[in-house]
């Protein structure tokens, strides 16, 4: 898996920031040399986040961006609604969980809002605004704010996370790679995903059976490493069903 480093994510961010620098000025940011900077920016060129010319790099256009909040809160909401549901289930009194930012995880949050003993972590606003006047403790992570999916990423919510362990992680992806696992547009969004199922001792996958027909670029974790999908009605293509059966995760449905 072809992830981006917590340098080449904090050159990301700073050209983010920027627009377009030139080669010069990036490579006195960091304690490496000018060569492994070099090498940085090929990764990230090579990754399609990058342009390089002639001493100049700047940010490249998103071909597959994400879709905005808004439109997506909207779509396939009874399929959201009855995965929360289920997904609920698994959660219990004292539990530690991660929500993943996605528009599935919020109906997850929305049911869990009467709780008391329970932690959630999130790098979503929206989840985390759900708890407002919750007795739920809630912890947004830190770092940088997308404003398209209203969520933190970025190197400082990754290294935050890989000092943490929950009980439970429920992710959300816009994919799958039938033979692989779950896949997604961007590999920042593709770090922070795999930075939370490493956080967690049992890992729910949270998609609507739309996104089993779906695929993106950027894999970000193996069917092998989850334990359980959570989706609203049975998978309908016979190899992914044996993928699935093979990889032993175990297929929730709602009643």
Request: no cysteine.
């Amino acid at each position: 898996m072809n992830n981006i480093n917590k340098r080449q994510s904090e050159i990301y961010y700073l050209l983010k920031e920027h627009g377009s620098m030139l080669v010069k000025d990036i490579i006195p940011r960091f304690p490496v040399s000018a060569a492994t900077i070099r090498k940085d920016l090929t990764a990230l060129q090579d990754a399609g986040m990058l342009i390089r010319t002639h001493g100049e790099v700047q940010l490249a256009q998103q071909t597959n961006p994400v879709t905005p909040y808004e439109a997506r809160i909207g779509l396939n909401t009874e399929a959201k609604e009855a995965i929360a549901r289920r997904a609920v289930e698994e959660i219990h009194d004292g539990d530690s969980i991660i929500l993943d930012s996605g528009t599935t995880t919020i109906e997850i949050a929305k049911l869990l809002t009467d709780r008391v003993n329970l932690t959630v972590i999130t790098n979503s606003l929206p989840i985390a605004m759900t708890f407002s006047t919750s007795q739920v403790s809630v912890t947004l992570v830190g770092g940088i704010f997308l404003g398209r999916n209203l969520s933190v990423q970025g190197p400082d919510a990754e290294e935050y996370l890989r000092k943490i362990v929950v009980d439970k992680t429920f992710i959300s992806s816009p994919g799958i790679r039938s033979q692989y696992g779950l896949v997604t547009s961007h590999p920042l969004e593709a770090s922070i995903k795999r930075r939370m199922i490493e956080s967690g001792r049992t890992i729910y996958a949270v998609l609507d059976s739309s996104k089993l027909a779906r695929t993106s670029v950027h894999p970000f974790v193996s069917f092998s490493e989850i334990d359980y999908l959570i989706t609203e009605r049975p998978v309908e293509d016979p190899a992914l069903r044996q993928t699935l059966a093979e990889e032993d995760v175990k297929i929730l449905l709602p009643d």
